[in-house]
């Protein structure tokens, strides 16, 4: 009797005791369990950790594959902030680069859900998936579950406007029937059209990216455009305070403009006759205009002229060949010709002989400035 007593309490102990250590484990049914003949569990295996913003209704031992070829299973579930962080065991011989891209898919429509791994297809591979990796979450990725494509295709169905093609099909009939010519006029107008469009494109372009440069030169002047209409109303403001000196202003101009336009009027025959009275004068001035500037070019070189100076005077030396004749005739001819002792000296001259044999005098021949020198002159 005693033995047969013990027995379920024995029982109960035993129970309280297998129940104990299963909650202290994590027990979640069957799939808390390494289950054996799962791939990832080789001596080679390695750990892989990876995070997926959603992972629906994946288990723990779900398989990863790679290329349809199951490679690993999912061995902890977990959740880190607001997403979800997979471990997974994958087979030693796995090669995929550090980069890779971690996906839940699901293998068929009604079938399980996977972690499907891959190389990235944006960018160049980097590196190689080792033990203890971590795939972000910017690289998790899930494909759209059967419900979610359900319901997009009901949304669509119902209220998508897919039973209205019907009625939108009906009113096009409706409204180009007997119009066809216009309807193919218009199409070839349109072809013309996107045919001109697409060859003036590069000035399309430009001429987008030249306004774009003038808003970017506006929004560069932003703070002088603001402070000019800050300032504007006030300089506006000004100018009403002093309106009235502004008209007065412009009164007294009118004023001086009748004035003037009267002035005008009362002088018109003096000023008239004072433009005839200058117009000799500026003649007389423009009569040796020729010679004026030539004048002006010998005085700076006086008494020898301009033209030929270069002629005798080369450098930091000169040839000059000079005679002085200072017989009473040339004097009287060089300093008195023109004046009333003109010839005196030369009259003079002839009662002592000294111009024998020039008749007629040089004072009385041609320019004396000019008249030839003889050297038997008195002779």
């Given at each position: 009797m005693t033995s047969i007593a013990l027995r379920p309490r024995l029982a109960g102990a035993i129970c309280l005791a297998l129940t104990a250590l299963l909650n202290g484990c994590g027990w979640q049914g069957v799939n808390s369990l390494a289950l054996p003949g799962t791939a990832g569990g080789g001596p080679d295996s390695f750990e892989i950790k990876i995070q997926l913003p959603n992972v629906h209704n994946i288990e723990?031992?779900?398989?990863?594959?790679?290329?349809?070829?199951?490679?690993?299973?999912?061995?902890?579930?977990?959740?880190?902030?607001?997403?979800?962080?997979?471990?997974?065991?994958?087979?030693?011989?796995?090669?995929?680069?550090?980069?890779?891209?971690?996906?839940?898919?699901?293998?068929s429509l009604l079938g399980t859900l996977h972690v499907e791994l891959a190389p990235p297809s944006d960018v160049p591979?980097?590196?190689?998936?080792?033990?203890?990796?971590?795939?972000?979450?910017?690289?998790g990725h899930s494909y759209p579950s059967t419900e979610q494509t359900l319901s997009a295709m009901a949304m669509l169905l119902n209220g998508g406007g897919i039973g209205q093609i019907q009625d939108i099909t009906a009113a096009f009939s409706t409204a180009f029937a007997g119009r066809e010519d216009d309807l193919r006029s218009f199409i070839e107008q349109m072809d013309v059209f996107v045919t001109d469009l697409n060859t003036q494109k590069e000035d399309i372009v430009a001429a987008g990216?030249?306004?774009?440069?003038?808003v970017g030169r506006f929004a560069e002047q932003k703070p002088v455009l603001d402070e000019a209409l800050r300032t504007v109303p006030e300089a506006l403001a000004v100018l009403n305070e002093e309106r009235d000196l502004f008209v007065d202003a412009v009164?007294?101009?009118?004023?001086?403009?009748?004035?003037?336009?009267?002035?005008a009027y009362q002088s018109k025959e003096a000023l008239v006759?004072?433009?005839?009275?200058?117009?000799?004068?500026?003649?007389?001035l423009a009569d040796p205009g020729g010679d004026l500037p030539k004048a002006f070019g010998h005085m700076a070189t006086f008494p020898w002229p301009k033209d030929t100076l270069l002629n005798w005077f080369r450098?930091?030396?000169?040839?000059?060949?000079?005679?002085?004749d200072l017989t009473l005739s040339r004097l009287d001819t060089g300093f008195f010709t023109g004046t009333r002792w003109e010839g005196h000296l030369t009259e003079l001259e002839m009662q002592w002989g000294r111009t024998i044999?020039?008749?007629?005098?040089?004072?009385t021949v041609g320019n004396p400035l000019v008249v030839p020198y003889r050297?038997?002159?008195g002779r």
């Open positions: 723990q031992n779900s398989r990863v594959r790679v290329g349809d070829v199951t490679v690993g299973n999912v061995t902890k579930i977990e959740r880190q902030d607001w997403h979800a962080l997979l471990t997974v065991t994958l087979d030693g011989d796995v090669d995929l680069p550090a980069n890779a891209r971690a996906t839940v898919g699901q293998t591979p980097q590196g190689k998936l080792s033990d203890g990796a971590l795939i972000p979450l910017a690289d990216e030249s306004l774009n440069t003038l009164r007294q101009t009118s004023e001086l403009t009748a004035l003037g336009a009267d002035l006759q004072e433009l005839n009275d200058m117009g000799p004068v500026l003649q007389a450098g930091d030396y000169a040839n000059l060949t000079a005679i002085f044999g020039q008749i007629p005098s040089p004072a050297f038997d002159q």
